[in-house]
């Protein structure tokens, strides 16, 4: 089965300073790895995705995500946190090929970026 | 573009009626998704559509539930015997075909069974 851990339920980092939001994951073969955020009272918006080829993957306002197939790890990154930054963030898995594997996701962790 | 729509964005029933909630979804977009959402969780698959048929409902919890996309765009998710453990968010979301596609999120219905 699918699964995906967000270890961190919640993440504070100092406006400017680099921030890690951290996921694992566990697919049979290989996986399709997302990365969604969620803004209070709205729904949830599209960050990144990894499906292919490069390791590093750049998304929207500036985030970027490392796949780890040996660690099967997808964290998020950014260089230099912004007060707008903070949100939930969630991670999601679903496996590759063909089938109707549905897409799991995490739990969320709470990113809070102070000025 | 116009994105995902969910109506109604707030709905409150008393428990054992039944409810319907609708997604639009994108224009052009053959997959249709519904999630349920509790308090501090992440979005739980409970089925998905490929034009009007639903190629996997393994997420739905029990027959109390039931969601049609009868042209293959507009959907609804049906709850009969509403049970106050319903209560959640109800997302919906679609893609341009099932696999890789990011998939679109709308508002999401916030139900309340009391």
């Known amino acids: 089965a699918q699964s995906v851990a967000q270890p961190e339920d919640q993440v504070n980092v100092a406006e400017g300073n680099p921030l890690t939001v951290k996921c694992t994951y566990s697919v049979s073969g290989n996986p399709y790895l997302f990365w969604y955020v969620q803004y209070p009272n709205r729904g949830l918006q599209f960050l990144l995705k990894?499906?292919?080829?490069?390791?590093l993957v750049k998304g929207s306002y500036g985030f970027e995500a490392e796949f780890n197939k040996s660690q099967t790890s997808f964290h998020l990154k950014k260089p230099s946190a912004l007060v707008s930054d903070s949100a939930l963030y969630f991670c999601a898995v679903r496996a590759s090929g063909s089938g109707n594997t549905p897409l799991v996701f995490g739990k969320g962790t709470r990113l809070s970026v102070i000025a | 573009g116009a994105g995902v729509s969910q109506t109604p964005s707030n709905k409150v029933t008393e428990k054992g009626k039944y409810v319907e909630l609708r997604c639009d979804p994108i224009?052009?977009?053959?997959?249709l998704y519904w999630y349920r959402q509790s308090l501090g969780q992440g979005p739980e698959f409970l089925i998905y559509?490929?034009?009007?048929?639903?190629?996997?409902d393994s997420g739905l919890p029990n027959d109390r539930f039931f969601a049609v996309r009868p042209e293959g765009s507009v959907s609804t998710l049906k709850i009969q015997r509403t049970e106050r453990g319903d209560s959640a968010v109800y997302l919906c979301?679609?893609?341009?075909?099932?696999?890789?596609?990011?998939?679109?999120f709308g508002p999401g219905t916030r139900l309340t069974v009391l």
């Open positions: 979301a679609s893609s341009l075909t099932w696999g890789e596609y990011e998939q679109f």
């Open positions: 559509f490929q034009g009007t048929g639903a190629a996997d």
């Open positions: 990894y499906i292919t080829g490069d390791n």
């Open positions: 224009s052009g977009h053959t997959a």
